[in-house]
């Protein structure tokens, strides 16, 4: 890590200055708020995964006492105009129009189908009894492999097909490299469906002014301009009379990106009531309704040469994504990113890739933390594991022939991402270190003597963090790729900013602080900092895809930059120097060369706010500075790093036991190494209980199954290996901060060393696992025991 001053903010380990107010119960989420005359809003809900919608009757629930409105779809779409969640730098995705509420065909067994809003959330769902709904239940298809069957029936009736995208990669010569190989190694991979369980649900509390005409929505969302813009459109509402606050948020990993019809729903009962309608998922709707994610299988293969050289991959990926591409960034994002990271850290430079995006009667899946990341390193590193094992190499030594050398950037990969610097080997080398690997090895050997069975698991990985405006821009999507910050000095001496990137729990505020009072020169304490506010706030992209820092914190840089270049030349004029001879440390202005102090931030503001009078005439003091950036150059500021688990498999049981878990990163300058530090270990627990525990289970009839925390398990703090991290620095030139993004670099390789580590634990056994999640039945069955 690169050594930074003690007396800079900016490399220094701080905690959160909201943790403090959490931890003391003090946080301000969404149903905290309670205003005059709220109404609570519930959900008539499919109980059918295919459903034509014959009639639904109100009458009863509309004459409950406390019911003070109740619609359906038809009604809604009165209100809410559709949307369809297809964008053109995904040319042939499609996707049909989606209503907030169905409209004659329900397609997932827990899609809305009409609401109720009550005095209480008791009564709307007492209400909801009440209605008289009937349905002609259609056939089904709910499996990746009957979605891709061309005789299943028809998710949507006007479709050819149910193949919403598709998408074909070819580099180098595939064919001539495959048949050159030494070795082909191959395998077929199921990747199972799971879902985020944010401790907060999603919630919105919409209140619509009839006598304004303004929308004040507060939203438990990552992208309050986002979805500024999406209630302006869909409502007919125009910008300036919409806002969205986004307070405190427990927890989003990408879950709250996204238009869900509950909300869209919420927002129309405010407008047809007048008043505030509030709607707080429960566990359970959140399993039927939340986004899922991870639903894949891939066949893969690789061809080595004899010294094990990686000649090329092939790889047919297809991905069920619900009845719909979600909106507005697109259900096509996970696969793509998949197929185009595959093989990603290696010289390869043959790939053929082919990317099927399939329609199913289940809830829709989309994007979340990582985006397509696991996938496509389980499969990656798995095969580089098979071809260790067919040419009787060590698992580090094939990584370390072929990962991109440290000194071969600018580098394109096969499948066409551009990446400015990584540092493979370096990461290779410290890990090795960290780890003991080695002994690990040797420890490994004993054991296996004593009938332990203990493995180790590598996986290297490419991160892709800060997007451009080519990631939404390009395909039409009113997602903004620049961010803002407003700076401003307080009477007092300090200042307040505001940003436009978001807050959910990762520390978003407390680096936002640091950087600016690095440029400003006064301790974080000093910086107050808003966030999650359209009306208060810079417009921006908010946080998402790793992008808070390094798209975010370039903005706060420049603003606090020119706040500084302001304030000096204002002192200069006061104290009659140049503003070139002055600089700002702990909130004194100084001599720049003898450090002798000159005046105060606090004087320089009494003098500015309260006697402007005594400065020289036409001095207009300028008291509030603006800054903004967007991403420029590269698409991406890719970042890199390796992971390691170690474990043991009880080959009786299935248990799978964590023992230790390593990861060394690259992301480029570190704001703050504590908050960097939980945002890995985060994500690798992410990565991990994705990989051994989280499944959504259906029904053959499209029933979902894992409707409580007591069918789709989770992972507990005691089930957790010490997870030991160590960085390698390479700051990104494309940005004057040298921050690349880190919130998804624990997730992305976590799940593939634990793949790695528990095949390596059973070879002894020659069984195989290429499905997630790795469970006990799972592990047995590939033993043969079950």
Known sequence: MTQVPADRPIGRAMPRAAARRHAAGRGRFVDDIAPAGCLHIAFLRSPHAHARILSVDLSAALDLPGVVDAFDGPACAELCKPWIGTLDHFPGLRSPEQHALAVDVARWSGEPVAAVVATSRAIAEDALDLIEAEFEELPAVTDIEAALDPDSARIHADYDSNLAFRLDLTAGEPDAAFAGAAAIVERSFRFNRQTGVTLEPRSLLADFQPGTGELTVHHSTQTPY?????????????????????????????????????????????????????????????????????????????????????????????????????????????????????????????????????????????????????????????????????????????????????????????????????????????????????????????????????????????????????????????????????????????????????????????????????????????????????????????????????????????????????????????????????????????????????????????????????????????????????????????????QASHVEVDPDTGLVELLGHWVVEDCGTIINPLLVDEQIRGGVVHGLGGALFEECNYSPEGQLLSTTLADYLVPLASEMPDIKIAHVATPTKTSPLGAKGVGEAGTAASGAALLNAVNDALSPFGAVLAETPLTPERVLRALGKV
């Open 226 to 642: 986002q979805m500024h813009d999406v209630y302006s459109r869909h409502f007919g509402i125009p910008e300036e009379r919409v806002r969205v606050v986004a307070p405190d948020v427990g927890g989003s990993f990408g879950l709250k990106l996204h238009v869900y019809g509950e909300e869209m729903a919420a927002v129309a009962a405010s407008i047809r009531t007048g008043r505030p309608v509030k709607f707080v998922a429960d566990r359970y709707e959140s399993f039927l309704t939340d986004i899922h994610l991870r639903d894949h299988r891939v066949h893969a293969r690789m061809g080595v040469a004899a010294d094990g050289e990686i000649l090329a991959m092939e790889v047919d990926d297809a991905t069920g994504i619900g009845p719909f591409s979600v909106y507005p960034r697109t259900s096509a994002v996970e696969g793509n990113q998949a197929i185009r990271l595959m093989g990603a850290p290696y010289r390869m430079q043959s790939y053929k890739g082919r990317l099927s995006v399939l329609f199913q009667n289940k809830a829709p899946t989309c994007q979340y933390r990582a985006v397509g990341h696991p996938i496509a390193c389980m499969a990656t590193e798995a095969l580089v594991d098979a071809a260790a094992g067919a040419l009787g190499l060590d698992p580090l030594d094939i990584r370390r022939r072929n990962v991109v050398p440290d000194d071969a950037y600018p580098y394109r990969t096969a499948n066409g991402y551009m990446l400015e610097g990584l540092s493979h080997h370096a990461c290779l080398e410290k890990l090795s270190a960290l780890m003991d690997y080695d002994a690990l090895r040797r420890d490994q050997a004993e054991a296996r003597a004593r009938g332990v069975h203990r493995g180790i698991g590598l996986a290297v990985f490419v991160e892709i963090t800060n997007p451009g405006p080519a990631f939404y821009g390009v395909g039409g999507a009113r997602i903004s790729a620049q961010d803002g910050c407003t700076v401003k000095l307080e009477p007092s001496g300090g200042f307040s900013i505001a940003i436009s990137i978001t807050e959910q729990g990762q520390g978003t505020e407390a680096i936002s602080a640091q950087i600016a009072a690095d440029r400003l020169g006064v301790s974080p304490e000093r910086i107050s900092v808003v966030s999650g506010d359209t009306r208060t706030t810079p417009y921006g992209g908010a946080t998402w895809a790793s992008r808070g820092a390094g798209i975010g914190g370039v903005a706060v840089m420049k603003a606090a930059e020119a706040m500084r270049a302001n304030l000096l030349g204002l002192a200069g004029t006061i104290l009659q120097a140049s503003p070139e001879s002055l600089d700002i440390r702990e909130g004194t202005i100084v001599d720049a060369q003898t450090g002798t102090e000159r005046m105060s931030l606090a004087e320089l503001g009494r003098i500015l706010y309260f006697r402007p009078d005594t400065l020289p005439p036409g001095t207009h003091p300028l008291l509030t500075v603006s800054g903004h950036h967007v991403p420029q150059g590269y698409p991406f500021a890719f970042t890199n790093g390796i």
